[in-house]
């Protein structure tokens, strides 16, 4: 399980073993710099377009995604992500904890990923948002509902 921390900015607070051994990064590197610096350029911003909604209305998430290591390899990861709370109800932060996604479910989102980097490419991220927007009406789910179902 690949663990890390944010504040509401992003940026790294803590970063368990594992996840350092798989980015190829030690604490010291990756402690204060934005959660992105592994995001790879094969994710469609409609993901995080969906992880930011759900996030800051408190509300936890789950999503598929490709992160870069030091070295410039990949890897995929089934993500929990949620808020963090303090005494008063406030959001302080992010907690995201990562999985290896099952085979099957990779394949899907191969798949769909694909399709909405090409809707990205033409028409940016409104139109990819049209496409996620109409296969959510068209499965008569949430996102996450839909990520889950995979």
């Not at 509401?8 to 204060?32: C, H, P």
């Not at 940016?124 to 949430?142: D, F, N, P």
Request: charged share 25%; aromatic share 10%.
């Amino acid at each position: 399980m690949l663990v890390t921390k944010t504040d509401l900015k992003g940026r790294i607070t803590y970063a368990n073993r594992e996840f350092l051994d798989i980015v190829g990064l030690s604490e010291a590197q990756m402690i204060g710099q934005p959660h992105n610096l592994i995001r790879h350029p094969d994710m469609p911003k409609v993901v995080f377009y969906y992880l930011w909604e759900f996030l800051q209305k408190g509300v936890e998430i789950n999503a598929y995604v490709k992160n870069l290591c030091a070295n410039g390899a990949y890897y995929w990861v089934m993500a929990n992500v949620t808020p963090s709370f303090d005494l008063k109800g406030s959001i302080i932060g992010y907690h995201s904890a990562r999985r290896n996604p099952e085979a099957k479910a990779l394949e899907k989102v191969k798949e769909l990923y694909t399709k909405l980097l090409e809707a990205e490419k033409s028409g940016g991220l409104a139109q990819s948002r049209q496409l996620m927007q109409k296969l959510l009406e068209e499965k008569g789910m949430h996102y996450d509902e839909f990520i889950l179902s995979l």
